[in-house]
């Protein structure tokens, strides 16, 4: 499995930038994004960036890697989850319609 981190671009050089995930530097590959100045956050996966990110959307998803990291520790999650607890969960649009209209199986 693949897991994508959130990082910001602290410098870009063409299609390569240097950035950060807040506890470590890396250097990135810009390709399939193109270049970014810095301070944009992109989600990097192995090393390469496959999209940019609002910087809210980067910070829950960094919360949640840190909550998940906290739990395979063996802590609480705190509030790494808190917009999920808060809307709780929803189905996906093509399950939603088939529960209204009445299917329990699939």
Do not use: N, Y
């Not at 870009?12 to 810095?38: H, K, N, W």
């Not at 399950?95 to 209209?101: E, G, V």
């Amino acid at each position: 499995m693949c897991v994508g981190i959130p990082m910001r671009i602290i410098a870009c050089d063409g299609i390569a930038a240097t950035a950060t995930d807040g506890r470590r530097e890396a250097r990135i590959d810009l390709s399939l994004t193109g270049p970014q100045p810095p301070g944009t956050w992109v989600l990097s996966f192995l090393g390469a960036a496959r999209e940019v990110l609002p910087e809210d959307e980067a910070l829950k998803i960094r919360a949640a890697l840190d909550g998940l990291a906290a739990v395979i520790a063996g802590g609480e999650p705190g509030d790494a989850f808190a917009d999920l607890e808060e809307t709780g969960p929803t189905l996906p649009p093509h399950l939603a319609a088939a529960k209204a209209a009445g299917k329990t199986i699939a």
